[in-house]
């Protein structure tokens, strides 16, 4: 197990690599110049290029890279153009909104996900599975934002159960977290359905019927059990799915969060923050796989000795 672990670890490190000069290069693509933007509107030409040259933006673009890679790799994510903090100072402050929001939404959306989807696999073909898949199919097909804006209006301006926006209590997080998990919840309990399904056609299923075995037995022992792989690897990419869809749903109900400063940082061309946010989303995201990938060796043994 050691050394499978070892193996994966080793392996985020050339991918990291490969991430960071892609954000690097495509947050350089953006339209817009931070010097200008920093220097001022009225602004001669003179200061723009001072301002251009204190910042390092007058550098070959490899250059520039190779020491943002220096800095990164020293611990230091550089410093905003647009307030003067380290971007450190800024991101703080942020992520832990950020995390609670997409744990929240995590937890609840793959409990009543699977649950939906494994009840709807053992009705299938009832009125428990039609219910099940409609709301499904609804969570699919519903825009973030646009559910945000509807929750929103009915349970905090109409009725006024809970607040709009902002983080004053925990309550704040439930509208943003059922926002924000909707879209995982569907996916869960489709997936989930669709794996239940085909592992309870399976041999040992009806071998497990066969000798006697209530049917909770049967369902949660064996084909919930072996649909355990499936459903982590799909859990793990919807992991990212929140992440990015924090964005949306914090600009909506004006949460202090991370997505809330990504898009406030594109907005004033800060080089520095949307790079450091950008690659710390991505580092989540490997993390995450890198723990499905380990999930995997738990689940099935099998998988870690081949690998």
């Known amino acids: 197990m050691g050394r499978y672990f070892l193996k994966r670890v080793l392996g985020t490190i050339p991918l990291m690599l490969v991430i960071?000069?892609?954000?690097?290069?495509f947050v350089h693509m953006i339209p817009g110049d931070p010097?200008?933007?920093m220097a001022g509107k009225d602004?001669?030409?003179e200061e723009i290029n001072r301002t251009r040259q204190a910042l390092g933006l007058d550098q070959p673009l490899m250059k520039q890279y190779l020491m943002y890679l220096d800095r990164m790799f020293h611990g230091d994510l550089g410093t905003s153009t647009t307030t003067g903090q380290t971007v450190a100072e800024m991101i703080g402050p942020r992520f832990l909104p950020t995390l609670t929001l997409a744990g929240c939404a995590l937890v609840w959306s793959l409990i009543i996900g699977v649950l939906l989807g494994v009840l709807s696999a053992v009705m299938r073909g009832k009125w428990e599975d039609y219910i099940g898949m409609l709301i499904?199919?609804?969570?699919?097909s519903i825009p973030v934002f646009w559910l945000g804006l509807v929750l929103i209006q009915i349970f905090s301006v109409q009725?006024?159960?809970?607040?709009?926006g902002g983080l004053d209590n925990m309550q704040s997080y439930i509208l943003p977290s059922f926002s924000l998990g909707i879209?995982?919840?569907a996916i869960m309990a489709r997936f989930s359905r669709s794996s239940m399904l085909e592992n309870m056609k399976e041999d040992y299923v009806r071998t497990a019927r066969a000798k006697g075995q209530k049917e909770s037995m049967v369902v949660l022992k064996h084909a919930f059990r072996n649909s355990l792989i499936e459903v982590v690897t799909v859990a793990g990419l919807q992991i990212g799915g929140l992440l990015a869809g924090s964005i949306l749903v914090e600009t909506v109900f004006t949460i202090p969060g991370m997505g809330r400063l990504l898009v406030d940082s594109i907005k004033f061309r800060d080089y520095p923050v949307i790079e450091a946010e950008l690659l710390l989303f991505s580092l989540q995201f490997v993390v995450i796989n890198l723990i499905v990938d380990l999930l995997y060796g738990v689940l099935n043994p099998k998988i870690r000795y081949e690998s």
Do not use: D, K
Not at 20 to 25: K, Y
Not at 136 to 140: E, F, L, Y
């Open 43 to 45: 602004a001669t030409l």
């Open 159 to 164: 009725l006024g159960w809970l607040p709009t």
């Open 183 to 185: 879209g995982v919840m």
């Open 136 to 140: 499904a199919i609804s969570g699919i």
């Open 35 to 37: 010097a200008r933007i």
């Open 20 to 25: 960071s000069f892609i954000i690097f290069m």
